[in-house]
């Protein structure tokens, strides 16, 4: 998460305990911990999408307004990043992951009591605010509790929490939702935040901060022209699934024919793409990654002409609903790796600033399918921004494989 972080070894020290010091078992509750803190971001972030019906009833607003505060959680996100990554970094990471759960679970309280739309969209963004902190504190942390050659599991561990929650924590809060009120799916959130607190507090061990700013590095970081394409391939390109997500409801309901008792089942299939997208990102990543961002790119173009065509026809969209959330998943994976190639060091920056790339998409995505939805296309019809959105990333892909030939022949 910060800079601080770029010039500090996450290797266990006096100061932190590493896998020695905390024992495998303290290290496994640790990394739970952790991994509970990316299910509850996971079920935060996602549960608005299929509440969306409700909320909009219950602020009194159309579904295109009410889309809106998914765009600003997100915009929440990318502003965090840079702000937490420079005014929190001389914290002791253990009280810094207790200080934004705890934001972040205010946040949620705050949604669920929201009077009115606006103090709904203004909690939304303050909500958004630790999502990109939190992750790239709590990887730090995870890396530093085992040993070197487990580092890269460790880390994959608190990202395991956000790909179950789109499977378990999304549709357990949409079902909730439905039956007992859309407030309810935020206090519910709420609720998970601190219970991810408690954990922290009771099983990860204290890390001290780290020594240096780290802001030559970041410096280096955003001077990179190709950080800056694989940051806009992000924010762009992957775009169309929250385009798609953000009105699934509706879709399913109003396109389809379905009643509203089947939309967590379709937030379910989302869901389950994102689980199964994850390991065959990191197959394809084996073979190539730079390819597999052009095939996942393409694939997902294919995917949301198929969108188009199956939303009509009621559970024909399940399979292809899966399908959007696991190209999704490889394009993220290997943005994620592509980012750490390029990074030039600057891994856990990196980190940070890939979140608030995808939370740019996240807040496209959601208001390019309002804006299409109000001038009357139908809720179909984010599924022709998710296909734009796809075309110009895998444009940006190219221009980045173009610059990389240029400066590889230039130092020839």
């Known amino acids: 998460m910060t800079a601080t972080s770029e010039n500090t070894s996450t290797a266990p020290s006096p100061?932190?305990?590493?896998?020695?010091?905390?024992?495998?078992?303290?290290?496994?509750?640790?990394?739970?911990?952790?991994?509970?803190?990316?299910?509850?971001?996971?079920?935060?972030?996602?549960?608005?999408?299929?509440?969306?019906?409700?909320?909009?009833?219950?602020?009194?607003?159309?579904?295109?307004?009410?889309?809106?505060?998914?765009?600003?959680?997100?915009?929440?996100?990318?502003?965090?990043?840079?702000?937490?990554?420079?005014?929190?970094?001389?914290?002791?990471?253990?009280?810094?992951?207790?200080?934004?759960?705890?934001?972040?679970?205010?946040?949620?309280?705050?949604?669920?009591?929201?009077?009115?739309?606006l103090v709904l969209a203004a909690a939304r963004f303050v909500g958004g605010l630790p999502h990109g902190a939190f992750f790239g504190v709590a990887s730090l942390v995870a890396a530093g509790m085992v040993a070197p050659e487990r580092r890269g599991r460790a880390v994959a561990s608190v990202m395991l929490g956000l790909s179950v929650a789109n499977l378990v924590g999304v549709p357990a809060a949409t079902w909730l939702g439905q039956n007992a009120g859309w407030r309810a799916s935020y206090l519910l959130a709420g609720v998970l935040a601190l219970l991810t607190v408690v954990l922290v507090l009771a099983f990860v061990p204290h890390q001290a901060a780290g020594e240096t700013s780290g802001r030559e590095e970041a410096k280096a970081f955003f001077g990179n022209l190709q950080v800056w394409l694989t940051l806009a391939v992000g924010a762009v390109?992957?775009?169309?699934?929250?385009?798609?997500?953000?009105?699934?409801?509706?879709?399913?309901?109003?396109?389809?024919?379905?009643?509203?008792?089947?939309?967590?089942?379709?937030?379910?299939?989302?869901?389950?793409?994102?689980?199964?997208?994850?390991?065959?990102?990191?197959?394809?990543?084996?073979?190539?990654?730079?390819?597999?961002?052009?095939?996942?790119s393409v694939a997902t173009s294919v995917v949301?002409?198929?969108?188009?065509?199956?939303?009509?026809?009621?559970?024909?969209?399940?399979?292809?609903?899966?399908?959007?959330?696991?190209?999704?998943?490889?394009?993220?994976?290997?943005?994620?790796?592509?980012?750490m190639d390029v990074a030039e060091g600057a891994v856990t920056l990196g980190a940070a600033m890939n979140h608030a790339a995808l939370n740019t998409a996240n807040a496209l995505g959601a208001w390019l399918g309002g804006v299409v939805i109000?001038?009357?296309?139908?809720?179909?019809?984010?599924?022709?921004?998710?296909?734009?959105?796809?075309?110009?990333?895998?444009?940006l892909l190219l221009v980045s494989a173009r610059v990389h030939v240029g400066s590889r022949d230039a130092s020839a």
Do not use: C
């Open 304 to 339: 949301m002409i198929a969108y188009w065509f199956a939303a009509p026809h009621g559970w024909l969209l399940w399979p292809v609903a899966l399908l959007v959330t696991a190209t999704g998943s490889v394009l993220v994976v290997n943005l994620q790796l592509r980012l």
């Open 15 to 117: 100061e932190t305990p590493g896998a020695g010091a905390v024992g495998r078992r303290g290290t496994a509750l640790a990394l739970l911990a952790l991994a509970m803190g990316g299910f509850t971001i996971g079920t935060t972030e996602f549960l608005t999408m299929g509440v969306l019906p409700e909320i909009a009833r219950g602020v009194d607003v159309s579904i295109p307004a009410a889309g809106q505060v998914i765009s600003a959680y997100a915009l929440g996100v990318v502003v965090g990043v840079p702000i937490l990554a420079f005014f929190g970094a001389r914290l002791p990471r253990r009280a810094m992951l207790v200080g934004l759960m705890a934001a972040y679970a205010a946040a949620n309280v705050a949604s669920a009591l929201a009077p009115d739309y």
């Open 237 to 296: 390109g992957f775009g169309g699934l929250f385009a798609v997500y953000s009105y699934i409801a509706k879709t399913v309901t109003v396109v389809g024919g379905l009643g509203e008792a089947t939309v967590p089942l379709f937030v379910l299939a989302m869901g389950l793409g994102m689980v199964l997208g994850t390991p065959l990102a990191g197959e394809l990543a084996g073979w190539s990654v730079f390819r597999a961002m052009i095939l996942a």
């Open 374 to 395: 109000a001038a009357g296309w139908g809720y179909r019809s984010p599924a022709l921004v998710g296909l734009a959105l796809a075309l110009v990333g895998l444009a």
